[in-house]
């Protein structure tokens, strides 16, 4: 059964997009571009930078229907300036929104990362988007850590998996049930 989640999976990307945004709009640049004390070489930036050329590579390849997300541009300007970041997030946000018509299920190749370049995997526009999220996801959790690291409050929702947050929403349920049983 197949079911179009494209334009599921694309707010769930320009969602997260949206929060980069909303933090960086709180951060100066500093904070942006260096690492914590003991925490080099981990910064906002490269992590952000990263996380941007991992949606460029999947946009330049959905394209040419073939990925190769080893063969990103690696743009400094990304790492240091949050006024460039922020540009290239709304970029990728209206190609993201331009995708929504696509089904999900659409053929990609995707070339093996550190591997032969000649090799790639089938995969699809949906299941890319789904990566995308969770790799978003993670760095997004490393960029927590590190704002912490710099004495920086974030939402403890932010880096955070939907499926956890369900579940730590189903449990406070749970607890917030029995106590209303146990009255």
């Not at 930078?49 to 743009?75: I, K, P």
């Not at 995707?110 to 591997?115: D, L, P, T």
């Not at 790639?120 to 949906?126: A, H, V």
């Given at each position: 059964m197949n079911v179009n989640n494209s334009s599921e999976l694309i707010e769930t990307n320009i969602g997260l997009l949206q929060?980069?945004?909303?933090?960086?709009?709180?951060?100066?640049?500093?904070?942006?571009?260096?690492?914590?004390?003991?925490?080099?070489?981990?910064?906002?930036?490269?992590?952000?930078?990263?996380?941007?050329?991992?949606?460029?590579?999947?946009?330049?390849?959905?394209?040419?229907?073939?990925?190769?997300?080893?063969?990103?541009?690696?743009?400094?300007?990304?790492?240091t300036s949050r006024r460039a970041a922020t540009a290239r997030i709304l970029f990728i946000i209206d190609r993201l929104e331009?995708?929504?018509?696509?089904?999900?299920?659409?053929?990609?190749?995707?070339?093996?990362?550190?591997?032969?370049?000649?090799?790639?995997?089938?995969?699809?526009?949906?299941?890319?988007?789904?990566?995308?999220?969770?790799?978003?996801?993670?760095?997004?959790?490393?960029?927590s850590v590190t704002l912490r690291l710099h004495g920086v409050e974030v939402d403890p929702n932010f880096g955070m998996s939907?499926?956890?947050?369900?579940?730590?929403?189903?449990?406070?349920?749970?607890?917030?049930?029995?106590?209303?049983?146990?009255?």
């Amino acid at each position: 059964m197949n079911v179009n989640n494209s334009s599921e999976l694309i707010e769930t990307n320009i969602g997260l997009l949206q929060q980069a945004i909303a933090l960086l709009d709180r951060l100066d640049d500093s904070t942006f571009s260096t690492s914590p004390k003991g925490l080099e070489p981990h910064r906002v930036g490269s992590h952000l930078r990263h996380v941007l050329e991992f949606y460029d590579s999947f946009l330049r390849g959905q394209s040419a229907n073939c990925v190769d997300y080893d063969a990103r541009v690696r743009d400094q300007t990304l790492e240091t300036s949050r006024r460039a970041a922020t540009a290239r997030i709304l970029f990728i946000i209206d190609r993201l929104e331009e995708l929504s018509s696509i089904p999900d299920d659409t053929a990609l190749a995707v070339r093996v990362e550190n591997g032969d370049p000649d090799v790639s995997l089938r995969s699809s526009i949906g299941r890319e988007l789904q990566a995308l999220s969770s790799h978003t996801i993670h760095h997004f959790a490393l960029i927590s850590v590190t704002l912490r690291l710099h004495g920086v409050e974030v939402d403890p929702n932010f880096g955070m998996s939907p499926s956890t947050l369900r579940f730590q929403a189903a449990q406070r349920a749970e607890i917030e049930a029995r106590l209303v049983e146990a009255r």
